[in-house]
């Protein structure tokens, strides 16, 4: 059975830190894109970043470069997400994506999300 448990989110002042975890369960972790979204009350899903699973090339948008870092640990079969200089506009639910093929079928997994709310 596929998991994929977020935690780690939270209320921050701005300007605050949070650091989200994703663990996973049930495919090979190491083979699969490792992706993190956000959905904003009224506003459609967004691609905050994506790993790929070996190499290549990390992706962030444009709003959380620089402040965001996306990470991954193969042996825990578990990817991160560091958030640094928190902005109200950077509240909204985080989800865990992972993304790969399995018996040539397209896999596309989602974790059930985690809140982040940033305010003073």
């Known amino acids: 059975q596929v998991q994929l448990v977020e935690s780690g989110g939270g209320l921050v002042q701005p300007g605050g830190s949070l650091r989200l975890s994703c663990a996973t369960s049930?495919?090979?972790?190491?083979?699969?894109?490792m992706r993190w979204y956000r959905q904003a009350p009224g506003k459609e899903r967004e691609l905050v970043a994506s790993?790929?699973?070996?190499?290549?090339?990390?992706n962030y948008v444009d709003s959380v470069k620089g402040r965001f870092t996306i990470s991954r640990d193969n042996a825990k079969n578990t990817v991160y997400l560091q958030m640094n200089s928190l902005k109200p506009e950077d509240t909204a639910v985080y989800y865990c994506?992972?993304?790969?093929?399995?018996?040539?079928?397209?896999?596309?997994?989602w974790g059930q999300g985690t809140q982040v709310t940033v305010s003073s």
């Open positions: 994506n992972a993304f790969g093929y399995s018996l040539g079928v397209v896999r596309n997994y």
């Open positions: 790993m790929p699973s070996t190499g290549g090339i990390i």
């Open positions: 049930g495919f090979t972790f190491s083979t699969y894109t």
